[in-house]
T-cell receptor, first 111, second 115 residues
Framework: TQLLEQSPQFLSIQEGENLTVYCNSS?????LQWYRQEPGEGPVLLVT?????EVKKLKRLTFQFGDARKDSSLHITAAQPGDTGLYLC???????????FGQGTELSVKP | NAGVTQTPKFQVLKTGQSMTLQCAQD?????MSWYRQDPGMGLRLIHY???????DQGEVPNGYNVSRSTTEDFPLRLLSAAPSQTSVYFC??????????????FGNGTRLTVT
């Protein structure tokens, strides 16, 4: 059983569409991170959210941490082919705890 | 600026063979870790180290050994490879292991196939 469940696992959309990726858990996390991974490379950190209800924006990407700190979402506006990749959420349950990763969402944006 | 360097990039082993995956970082990070990535399972922590001379087990340590004799290097050893160890392995480092203040920097991975 995955502690952090991401959905959907696969997403194929056309350029210009909007999309949302979800990261859900029954556990409370002290912080949650989103990574993006391209083929043949390691994950790269996009954002860290810490406060319940927190919203962070990174250009066309909007990240939200749930009020209860059990879930998070990543929304991409007007997706572009350059957004293609594997998106991973990862959380820490308590101070000093290790990072736990979700299984990832494979996004493909077609021109 | 090299960051985290992993070698080799690809490796094929026969069941029972041993090998060492190398990982080096040039950022003077205290925390280093090894993950394996399998389809549909995300990244799972194998072993980690909070500083030279200190190592600890992660979520899936069986079949793997590590050591940390210097701050820069954190090799992962497979003593007797098994097909279940076919995976992509990532080394990652951070300043102090606190995920909020010091995010993880990943290498580009080693793709290992055990036949």
């Amino acid at each position: 059983t995955q502690l952090l469940e991401q959905s959907p696992q696969f997403l194929s959309i056309q350029e210009g569409e909007n999309l949302t990726v979800y990261c859900n858990s029954s556990s409370v996390f002290s912080s949650l991170q989103w990574y993006r991974q391209e083929p043949g490379e390691g994950p790269v950190l996009l954002v860290t959210v810490v406060t319940g209800g927190e919203v962070k924006k990174l250009k066309r990407l909007t990240f939200q941490f749930g009020d209860a700190r059990k879930d998070s979402s990543l929304h991409i506006t007007a997706a572009q082919p350059g957004d293609t990749g594997l998106y991973l959420c990862a959380g820490v349950r308590n101070q000093g705890g290790k990072l736990i990763f979700g299984q990832g969402t494979e996004l493909s944006v077609k021109p | 600026n090299a960051g985290v360097t992993q070698t080799p990039k690809f490796q094929v082993l026969k069941t029972g063979q041993s090998m060492t995956l190398q990982c080096a970082q040039d950022m003077n990070h205290e925390y280093m870790s090894w993950y394996r990535q399998d389809p549909g399972m995300g990244l799972r922590l194998i072993h980690y180290s909070v500083g030279a001379g200190i190592t600890d087990q992660g979520e899936v340590p069986n079949g793997y050994n590590v050591s940390r004799s210097t701050t820069e290097d954190f090799p992962l050893r497979l003593l007797s490879a098994a097909p279940s160890q076919t995976s992509v392995y990532f080394c990652a480092s951070s300043r102090d292991g606190s995920s909020y203040n010091s995010p993880l920097h990943f290498g580009n991975g080693t793709r290992l196939t055990v036949t």
